[in-house]
Structures are given as C-alpha cells and as structure tokens.
C-alpha cells in the first residue's frame, strides 16, 4: 500500500486540478474534505470529457455531463462513492474487488479516512514475495 498518497481537496478549482496531473501522471486520485475523510475521486476520464467537451458524442450530452464540464471545484467534478477497503481487510480483497469494478486502484480507508492506496502492481509484488520470486 502506498501512504504518502497524492490527494485533490474538494475545494480544489479545477486549475489545481489540472496541474496536480500535470506534475504526478497518475491516472486517478482521491478527493478528500477537510477531515481527510475521501469523498470521491477524479480520473484522467474525467479530466478529458471537461477539456474536450465540444468533442463529445451528442448520446453523452445529457444535464450531469453539462455540469461536470461547468465545474469550478473538485466537488462539482468528481466521482462521488468511490469504491474504498478498509485497511484490516486482506490483500486478496483489494484483488477482488479490482476485478469485480474494473479498476487499477483502490482507496484504503481507516474510520472514513483515507489512509493510502493499493494497486494492482502492490497485489502482484506480494504475491511474488509470498511465492519466493522476490
């Protein structure tokens, strides 16, 4: 798990936001409030359908993709409920759930707050050390 985790405040605007991607290069990070208590998450999908919103199908135009796109914080753009485990559940469950969600990521969370994230790199590194490939 890594627990120097790069996070984007909910207040954050979205010139925050973008430079936060900018400068790190990781596909999703976590939104977090002022009590560090993970609210949502923002991928890089979510950054091109606001930068590339004139170029979007007309079947995604609806009134949801128009208030993203309208955005000014992290709050209006993020994806809210985003999947979380907490940190006293096994590696094995992490894996699970990236497979079921078809996701790279996921947030680990002690009391509602974020406390670090696995990926799928991590799960794969254990498994190796757990088999002596290490």
Known sequence: MT???VTI???DPLDEILEIFSKHHFHTY???NKSYEIV???NQDV???ILLVERTPRLDHTHHAAVVAQGETAKNIMIPHPVSISSDEPLCEAADMMLKH???RVCVVEDGKLVGIICKPDILKEVYKLRGYE
Do not use: F, Q, S, T
């Open 3 to 5: 627990k120097d985790v």
């Open 102 to 104: 078809r996701m790279d």
């Open 40 to 42: 949502g998450i923002i």
């Open 30 to 32: 976590p939104v977090v």
């Open 47 to 49: 950054m091109l359908r």
């Open 9 to 11: 405040h909910e207040d």
